[in-house]
Nanobody, 119 residues
Framework: QVQLVESGGGLVQAGGSLRLSCAAS?????????MGWFRQAPGKEREIVGR???????YYAASVKGRFTFSRDNAKNTGFLQMNSLKPEDTAVYYC????????????WGQGTQVTVSS
């Protein structure tokens, strides 16, 4: 079992930065093979922001590439999403997700953290 808890959301002006954290706990926390980040804006479907494999391989959605960066502290079973040059359209609830058994999907989800970017 794995529990994921996000933190670090908040209100920031356009052009600013935020760093989200996703702390994994539970007996299988260290076995997570991939951590994905998703977001859902009001009235819109959830979309993928990207993912970081345990190998270090990354994928970024085109809308965030060059502005967002994933990292992971394996010793602390914590993933990070550094968001720079934020835009109002980045406003959403951000979720982290952990892959343990799935081949391409995610088995565990955090509760989400609100990110609001003002213009």
């Amino acid at each position: 079992q794995v529990q994921l808890v996000e933190s670090g959301g908040g209100l920031v002006q356009a052009g600013g930065s935020l760093r989200l954290s996703c702390a994994a706990s539970g007996r299988d926390a260290s076995r997570i093979s991939a951590m994905g980040w998703f977001r859902q804006a009001p009235g819109k479907e959830r979309e993928i922001v990207g993912r970081l494999l345990k190998s270090g391989d990354t994928y970024y959605a085109a809308s965030v590439k060059g502005r967002f960066t994933f990292s992971r502290d394996n010793a602390k079973n914590t993933g990070f999403l550094q968001m720079n040059s934020l835009k109002p359209e980045d406003t959403a609830v951000y979720y982290c997700a952990g892959r343990l058994r799935s081949l391409t999907g995610y088995d565990y989800w955090g509760q989400g953290t609100q990110v609001t970017v003002s213009s």
